[in-house]
């Protein structure tokens, strides 16, 4: 029976998520990372509810943001240990199954990291959001499958780097500037009912998450061949 | 009988210093060709040129058929890193190699697979705690799952006890009689013993070819 190109990149996902659920040490520390933000902000914005309101979107995503920074690094740091990306390379039916396990992974990563963040931000700012939830999930989902898409691919470019460290969020961050935009605004909306039109940054993440998941699944091969 | 590789001046060069100058062999099916040389003479850059983990700078050839720049199936390659995942046990490693190589195997294969090479007591053992020599067992089940029509191996016989030397012996046979192999080593002796060609390398260049005997299958 030959697998599939699904089971593969469901396969690549389960055995990445298996080696942080096993390891822990990139989620560890981008919960403690993303705590700090929060915290620090905190303290900078003061007690004013108005202002934590406000910034409550950008801070949340802030933090989502240099939280999967450290989750990019990650999911190629684990193929580094005893060459694995190369023999996973050299077996591989379908490279793309990699990339797009690669991004579950990720997403699936930062969205557990979301699930605890956002109810720790309602209550470290004084908000009631509780009724905003599903929407703000929405958002976060969407939000989050853009920026994996294309950090996945990314962090696949900048693995063999020596300084990938910092050459990683140099060339990721300009390129997801739309989509941070995107969630940034919608997460506004949907926390704090700003007004503004909720639909078409929905529209916006759906385009960008279309983009760059295809333009990852195309390219990675090409990007790793290289 | 088919050609298995058949590559023409092929070299390889890093910054300023050339790994490989121009080497030139075949490979025809059934035949096992032993690379033979000394540190930094260039058996493991051919054996990755010919896996396709790296390109070649110059030359041309084929490998199954297909071109040297092409991706490859049906060919596997025993390298000397492990390519394992230190915190999947030992079946988790395999039913992954398995899963990604296309092959949808059940969990009685991937234990027989373990059984093969005496590590089916430490399926659901984390290969971190492995000796080198468990290691390199499982590297080797790992690249016997794969069903290769060209068997690459890099110094197969490094951290291995007798028993497991006789187990790459007989998957150097089995995959010969439906392909070929090529295995890069320093242990010229034993290499005597199962190859049908030697080819020595030095600093890069073909300095000898001696056919010792006729394939083990035709």
Same mark, same amino acid.
């Given at each position: ?226 | ?55 070649? #700078?110059?030359? !041309?050839?084929?490998?199954? =058929?297909?071109?040297? %720049?092409?991706?490859?199936?049906? +060919? &596997? /390659? @025993? ?45 659901? #053992?984390?290969? !971190?705690?492995?000796?080198? =020599?468990?290691?390199? %067992?499982?590297?080797?089940?790992? +690249? &016997? /799952? @794969? ?45 005597? #013993? ?16 001696? +056919? ?7």
């Amino acid at each position: 029976m030959r697998s599939t190109w699904a089971e593969q990149a469901l396969a690549v996902a389960r055995k990445d998520l298996l080696l942080e659920g096993r390891s822990r040490v990139n989620l560890n520390a981008m919960l403690f990372f993303a705590v700090m933000i929060l915290l620090v902000f905190s303290f900078a914005l003061g007690p004013d509810r108005t202002h934590l309101r406000a910034a409550a979107g950008g801070l949340l995503w802030l933090a989502f943001l240099f939280s999967g920074l450290l989750a990019f690094g990650r999911a190629y740091q684990l193929e580094t240990e005893n060459n694995a990306f190369e023999g996973l390379l050299l077996i591989a039916r379908h490279r793309s199954a990699i990339y797009a396990g690669k991004v579950l992974a990720v997403v699936a990563v930062m969205l557990g990291l979301e699930i605890i963040i956002v109810p720790l931000m309602a209550v470290l700012y004084n908000l009631d959001i509780w009724t905003a939830l599903p929407a703000a999930f929405a958002v976060a989902v969407l939000g989050t499958l853009g920026f994996a898409a294309i950090g996945a691919l990314y962090g696949a470019l900048t693995m063999s780097l020596r300084a990938r460290e910092v050459m990683l969020p140099i060339l990721l961050l300009p390129i997801t500037v739309p989509v941070i935009l995107g969630a940034v605004r919608a997460t506004t909306i949907v926390l704090t009912g700003a007004t503004g039109r909720l639909d078409l940054w929905l529209e916006l993440l759906v385009a960008f998450d279309v983009i760059f998941l295809t333009a990852g699944v195309l390219t990675f091969e090409y990007a790793v061949g290289q | 009988m088919g050609r298995i590789v058949d590559v023409q001046g092929v070299g390889k060069i890093y910054g300023r210093s050339a790994a490989l100058r121009g080497v030139t062999l075949t490979v025809d099916e059934g035949e096992v060709l032993a690379l033979l040389g000394p540190n930094g003479s260039g058996k493991t850059t051919l054996l990755k040129i010919l896996a396709g983990a790296i390109g070649p #700078t110059v030359g !041309r050839g084929t490998v199954l =058929g297909g071109s040297l %720049r092409d991706r490859r199936e049906g +060919v &596997a /390659l @025993l390298a000397a890193e492990s390519y394992l995942y230190d915190d999947l046990t030992a079946r988790e490693n395999l039913s992954f190699a398995a899963t990604m190589a296309g092959e949808r195997l059940a969990a009685h294969q991937i234990t027989a697979a373990l059984d093969r090479v005496g590590l089916a007591g430490q399926a659901g #053992t984390r290969v !971190r705690s492995f000796s080198s =020599g468990m290691r390199r %067992r499982l590297s080797l089940a790992r +690249v &016997a /799952l @794969l069903r290769p029509r060209l068997l690459l191996l890099d110094e197969p016989y490094n951290s291995l006890d007798e028993e497991a030397v006789a187990l790459v012996d007989d998957l150097i046979i089995s995959v010969a009689a439906r392909g070929g192999v090529m295995l890069a080593t320093h242990d010229a002796e034993h290499a005597r #013993t199962i190859a049908d060609t030697v080819v020595s390398l030095d600093r890069g260049v073909v300095v000898r070819r001696e +056919v010792l005997r006729a394939q083990h299958v035709g």
